[in-house]
């Protein structure tokens, strides 16, 4: 596959010097990056026109490549948070025209680049790809913490293998936590579900984390009277009332065989550093590169 990198924003400040001179500004790239086609980091200024470049040997998806925890079947480890690459080509243009991102993402660059200057290095390309993974379910990850020990991992109050903060249903009654946080009545008045999230039957535990929510003894997950597809929010008998499972009058017991997926949100982000630079024309030898977001997700289902 071809990826390149592309920078979002500039932040490379040179003095304009004649060819030869030595350039004494640092080079600061503490910005994003993004990527498209080969995979060439890359970035452009104008004012005078110039680029720098860097060609490596790897892909986006071995940056972010994860694989599956040994300890913990359903949470994932990257597979390399810190690869280096040495011999990596880097490059300082000049040019006589103005350039465009076509200089780097085209299969074929344009014909009249107007290059006046073409500096190269051997360099060494650190990357650090840090991992956060999220359930997106309302609930931010740090009041997850239920014994308030500091470690989120530890934490799984249906004991399904996905700790809370990675688990859309925490309760793992088959209703995703997101829409048992309704705060209907929002007797605070803060209009903040956090601060007073609804308990259907007043037992002290707010819904999303109740496996009974109407108190009528009969399990959430287990409320499926109309249709059995493991989500009792879509079975109602009285539509005056809601939900069964929110409905104590209504007592249908139908075993649930199994737990919806699971959607993760995870989120990368790779830092880029370069070390040995020896351009005659540069008085910098690290360069911070900047840092490239990338967001996707993973789907598992526990093991019912």
């Known amino acids: 596959m071809r990826i390149i990198f592309s920078f979002l924003a500039l932040a490379l400040l040179f003095t304009n010097c004649d060819d030869g001179d030595i350039i004494t500004t640092a080079l600061d790239f503490d910005e994003t990056f993004d990527t498209c086609g080969e995979l060439v980091c890359f970035k452009i200024k104008t004012e005078p026109t110039e680029s720098l470049s860097l060609l490596v040997d790897t892909t986006l998806e071995d940056l972010i490549e994860t694989e599956v925890d040994l300890d913990h079947p359903l949470l994932v480890n990257l597979v390399d948070f810190n690869p280096v690459f040495t011999n990596t080509q880097f490059n300082y243009r000049t040019y006589s025209n103005t350039i465009t991102s076509d200089v780097f993402c085209s299969v074929i660059p344009p014909a009249n680049l107007g290059v006046t200057n073409d500096y190269a290095s051997s360099v060494t390309a650190t990357f650090e ?128 065989t199994a737990y919806r997926e699971h959607t993760i949100q995870q989120s990368f982000q790779i830092t880029l550093t370069l070390t040995g630079i020896t351009l005659s024309v540069l008085t910098q030898d690290v360069l911070d590169f900047g840092t490239l977001s990338s967001t996707i997700s993973r789907v598992v289902t526990p093991e019912f």
């Open 129 to 256: 790809t840090v991992l956060t993974e999220d359930d997106n379910d309302g609930i931010p990850a740090e009041l997850e913490d239920i014994d308030g020990d500091g470690d989120l991992d530890n934490d799984d109050t249906d004991g399904d293998g996905l700790p809370n903060y990675l688990d859309a249903d925490d309760d793992g009654d088959n209703v995703l936590t997101a829409s048992e946080l309704a705060d209907f009545s929002d007797m605070d008045t803060d209009n903040d579900p956090l601060t007073n999230p609804e308990d259907t039957d007043g037992d002290g535990i707010p819904n999303y984390l109740d496996t009974d929510d109407d108190g009528d003894t009969i399990l959430t997950i287990n409320e499926e009277g109309q249709t059995q597809d493991q989500n009792p929010a879509n079975d109602i008998d009285n539509n005056t009332v809601g939900p069964d499972y929110l409905n104590n009058v209504v007592t249908n017991n139908v075993p649930a």
